[in-house]
């Protein structure tokens, strides 16, 4: 008992011994902080970045979280002091515009934080001990992370370079350990997209393309949207910047029209909300928004769809968000209160409910006749980066207009995505990552670099297919996606049985591409995959599972037909083996395992004979040597003096000179 005592106690003097270090540590990095800083710069960084700047955007934070990230400004402020940034202003606006970013998402004080410090790692000698001994290991993390991914790749317009796709890898594969690392990223690449102005010709068009190919499509996924609408029209301007003016003065010359559109449009919609009985009874409020379609999107569409700009349906669009009266901002709730916690489940299951009796509203509306067939449920069926919404369209004077209708917290999240989860101080993020796994499951398997980078690209960031199966459960794939890439998506059994398909209702082909509504039926049992399934599968997985099939298939055949040759061997040559009749005895003189000798056999038929005369050291067998050699060397005779070997060395040997175990046909 004393000793147990004598124990904790020393621990105990440990852990104090330790505290005291860290603090120790902490109090003379800010005293040396301090010291280095005139009057002048504190006043500087009080008046000119906290005051006017920083602290107007923090008003959602509770007052304990505001000296913490006063204290990251000024580590900030002291690292870049003497530094400036292409357009001449000081360095320490760009950490202070992407916390301002960081802010507008609404994010954590450990977020804004790692934001101020996510260059003073990098660029100065500042050290992430130091940082995690002033702000934690969170936020060392994500600085960590952040300073990881900073050497942004150098994306040739056509292809990447082995080791600019290095570093996107990187990039994602530190994403997956906290999303937050990424989101830092996108507002350091946003700010920098905004002043682009001040860069070569030539570093212009690689940074706008490497926006548009992964930054963007990354915001995207994330749920971003206005992160990712404004690098898309930045890098728009840029990298097409004819098509960018042109369709700019486009809709100049249309500006008018759709403000008319807009706002008789939204009267109407305000009225008839206004008016109606039940939105009344339930007191809830809305709020009907006007906007006009990014540039960037609006090309895109009319490209991919080779239409002109009044076909287009979406030019303008209106936004209802419904929210109960009694609502409090969430960030303002003590979310350890179960009470809380339930009251905000109904009032959210209210206004979802009240989304679709205004969607009914609004297909009754006066003067605006509503589009046949243009629904979309996005509330039951969620897109890939949680966006939720109804939308439909109606015409105003021959002029197309989306409405979307949403509930607050569906607004939130459809504006900040991923983001959104930091306003909550619950332990669960409520998003589903399942591409987030992906990255992590990818990062273990060998391949290069480029094929990683490029695999995140096409089925991870590209644009996606939904089919259904017939149990109405909903598949989520990459577009291009075919049957055999669906089988496997349900389950490797599933895939690996499968003998056919239908598409809605129909036989197809296994190789047929997915298109977005298919209701798909696999049919599995007694299928096996067939070597051509390799042309027909898009996805990385799908690909992955087969060629590992084919390639215990082709193993099996190997280890059969090798264990059926040694055997004959050993059956005609009994008395010159010394009575060795069985595999087994004839692995247990050799030195090596059953399947490994069958394998050696298996792939090459013609080793059978030299490698029996090296496990049973026939004089005839260091001849064959001999002259294996010499053939291998081009005629170049050596005459090394052979050394006495195990069987397994030999082994090895002949597998070397004669490639006795051919590697399996690379499919």
């Given at each position: 008992m004393t000793d147990a005592n004598s124990s904790s106690d020393i621990d105990s003097i440990s852990q104090t011994k330790s505290n005291l270090i860290d603090s120790a540590t902490q109090t003379l990095t800010l005293l040396n902080l301090f010291d280095s800083l005139t009057p002048s710069d504190l006043s500087t960084i009080e008046n000119e970045y906290w005051e006017n700047l920083l602290l107007p955007s923090l008003s959602y934070l509770p007052p304990s979280d505001l000296p913490a990230i006063k204290l990251a400004l000024t580590i900030s402020y002291h690292s870049h002091k003497d530094q400036r940034r292409k357009s001449g202003e000081p360095y320490i606006m760009h950490p202070v515009n992407v916390a301002l970013l960081l802010s507008e998402l609404k994010l954590n004080d450990e977020t804004l934080i790692a934001g101020l410090l996510h260059d003073t790692v990098e660029d100065t000698d500042l050290t992430f001990a130091q940082i995690e001994s002033l702000f934690g290991k969170i936020v060392r993390k994500i600085v960590e992370g952040e300073t990881k991914v900073s050497k942004l790749p150098k994306l040739a317009l056509s292809e990447f370079a082995d080791e600019q796709a290095e570093n996107l890898r990187q990039m994602f594969v530190a994403m997956t350990d906290d999303y937050r690392i990424i989101i830092v990223k996108l507002a350091d690449r946003l700010h920098n997209m905004r002043t682009l102005e001040h860069m070569k010709k030539e570093k212009q068009l690689k940074i706008a393309r490497e926006t548009l190919d992964i930054f963007a499509p990354l915001a995207h996924r994330m749920g971003i949207w206005q992160f990712k609408s404004e690098l898309e029209d930045i890098s728009f301007s840029y990298l097409y910047p004819k098509q960018h003016k042109k369709l700019r003065k486009r809709l100049m010359r249309q500006k008018d029209k759709f403000e008319r559109v807009l706002n008789k449009s939204q009267t109407i919609l305000s009225s008839a909300l206004s008016a109606d009985p039940l939105l009344r009874d339930e007191n809830i409020q809305f709020v009907v928004?006007?906007?006009?379609?990014?540039?960037?999107?609006?090309?895109?569409?009319?490209?991919?769809?080779?239409?002109?700009?009044?076909?287009?349906?979406?030019?303008?669009?209106?936004?209802?968000?419904?929210?109960?009266?009694?609502?409090?901002?969430?960030?303002?709730?003590?979310?350890?209160?179960?009470?809380?916690?339930?009251?905000?489940?109904?009032?959210?299951?209210?206004?979802?409910?009240?989304?679709?009796?205004?969607?009914?509203?609004?297909?009754?509306?006066?003067?605006?006749?509503?589009?046949?067939?243009?629904?979309?449920?996005?509330?039951?069926?969620?897109?890939?980066?949680?966006?939720?919404?109804?939308?439909?369209?109606?015409?105003?004077?021959?002029?197309?207009?989306?409405?979307?209708?949403?509930?607050?917290?569906?607004?939130?999240?459809?504006?900040?995505?991923?983001?959104?989860?930091?306003?909550?101080?619950?332990?669960?993020?409520?998003?589903?990552?399942?591409?987030?796994?992906?990255?992590?499951?990818?990062?273990?398997?060998?391949?290069?670099?480029?094929?990683?980078?490029?695999?995140?690209?096409?089925?991870?960031?590209?644009?996606?297919?939904?089919?259904?199966?017939?149990?109405?459960?909903?598949?989520?794939?990459?577009?291009?996606?075919?049957?055999?890439?669906?089988?496997?998506?349900?389950?490797?059994?599933?895939?690996?049985?499968?003998?056919?398909?239908?598409?809605?209702?129909?036989?197809?082909?296994?190789?047929y591409e997915l298109q977005n509504g298919d209701v798909v039926n696999i049919l599995s049992g007694d299928g096996k995959p067939?070597?051509?399934?390799?042309?027909?599968?898009?996805?990385?997985?799908?690909?992955?599972?087969?060629?590992?099939?084919?390639?215990?298939?082709?193993?099996?055949?190997?280890?059969?037909?090798?264990?059926?040759?040694?055997?004959?061997?050993?059956?005609?040559?009994?008395?010159?083996?010394?009575?060795?009749?069985?595999?087994?005895?004839?692995?247990?003189?050799?030195?090596?395992?059953?399947?490994?000798?069958?394998?050696?056999?298996?792939?090459?038929?013609?080793?059978?004979?030299?490698?029996?005369?090296?496990?049973?050291?026939?004089?005839?067998?260091?001849?064959?040597?001999?002259?294996?050699?010499?053939?291998?060397?081009?005629?170049?005779?050596?005459?090394?003096?052979?050394?006495?070997?195990?069987?397994?060395?030999?082994?090895?040997?002949?597998?070397?000179?004669?490639s006795l175990r051919r590697k399996p046909q690379n499919l």
């Open positions: 928004e006007g906007r006009t379609k990014e540039l960037y999107s609006l090309w895109l569409k009319m490209n991919e769809k080779n239409e002109n700009l009044s076909k287009i349906k979406d030019v303008v669009a209106l936004r209802v968000i419904l929210w109960p009266e009694k609502e409090k901002e969430i960030l303002k709730e003590n979310s350890n209160s179960s009470s809380n916690s339930n009251s905000n489940s109904n009032s959210e299951e209210k206004s979802v409910w009240l989304c679709y009796h205004v969607l009914g509203l609004v297909q009754n509306l006066p003067l605006l006749a509503p589009v046949p067939g243009s629904v979309k449920d996005y509330i039951s069926l969620p897109k890939p980066n949680n966006y939720q919404s109804l939308h439909t369209t109606l015409v105003c004077d021959n002029q197309p207009v989306e409405i979307q209708i949403r509930t607050k917290s569906m607004h939130r999240v459809a504006e900040t995505g991923m983001a959104a989860h930091w306003l909550y101080k619950s332990g669960g993020s409520g998003f589903d990552t399942p591409w987030l796994n992906n990255i992590r499951e990818w990062e273990n398997e060998a391949v290069s670099s480029r094929d990683f980078v490029e695999s995140v690209r096409r089925e991870l960031l590209g644009k996606r297919v939904f089919v259904f199966l017939r149990n109405g459960k909903i598949l989520n794939l990459a577009r291009g996606a075919t049957a055999i890439d669906a089988a496997f998506n349900i389950h490797s059994e599933v895939g690996l049985t499968m003998h056919g398909v239908e598409i809605n209702g129909k036989p197809k082909k296994v190789g067939a070597l051509d399934w390799l042309r027909y599968a898009t996805a990385r997985s799908t690909k992955a599972k087969l060629r590992l099939y084919f390639r215990r298939q082709e193993q099996k055949s190997a280890i059969l037909g090798g264990e059926m040759k040694i055997l004959e061997y050993l059956e005609s040559n009994q008395k010159r083996l010394g009575g060795v009749t069985t595999l087994e005895e004839l692995a247990e003189k050799s030195g090596l395992t059953s399947k490994e000798l069958c394998l050696t056999v298996g792939y090459n038929r013609e080793a059978l004979v030299p490698l029996m005369v090296t496990i049973f050291n026939n004089v005839e067998g260091t001849m064959f040597f001999d002259k294996i050699k010499k053939i291998k060397k081009k005629g170049k005779a050596t005459e090394n003096k052979q050394q006495p070997q195990t069987p397994r060395a030999r082994f090895e040997r002949i597998k070397r000179l004669l």
